[in-house]
């Protein structure tokens, strides 16, 4: 079993940014695919962003630009850096590791609010 503890979220102002961070309670070397998923009220989770086999990064249209995941193996961590936030992105925010085909885990989540 893996816990995933998410951490770096809050308020903040149109146009600010925030890091959020992702802890593993064990080493990732293994996960093939790391991620962050959000889900804002009434609405479906959605992909953010995606780190496959550690380079590979694939982000949704509406983050392009504006946001970067990494992961540092050395420190179980993923990390989202989010800039020029945008009230459209508060949500809910989930950290995702998969490992092998089909073995899931999921965060219990970190509230991120853009508002003035």
């Known amino acids: ?59 949704v249209d509406s983050v392009k630009g504006r946001c970067t995941i990494s992961r540092d193996n050395a420190k179980n961590t993923v990390n989202l850096q989010m800039n020029s936030l945008k009230p459209e992105d508060t949500a809910v925010y989930y950290c995702y590791a998969r490992v092998g085909p089909s073995l899931v885990y999921w965060g219990q989540g970190t509230q991120v609010t853009v508002s003035s």
């Open 1 to 59: 079993q893996v816990q995933l503890v998410e951490s770096g979220g809050g308020l903040v102002q149109p146009g600010g940014s925030l890091r959020l961070s992702c802890a593993a309670s064990r080493s990732i070397f293994s996960f093939n695919r790391m991620a962050w998923y959000r889900q804002a009220p009434g609405k479906a989770r959605e992909l953010v962003a995606a780190i496959v086999s550690g380079t590979s990064t694939d982000y």
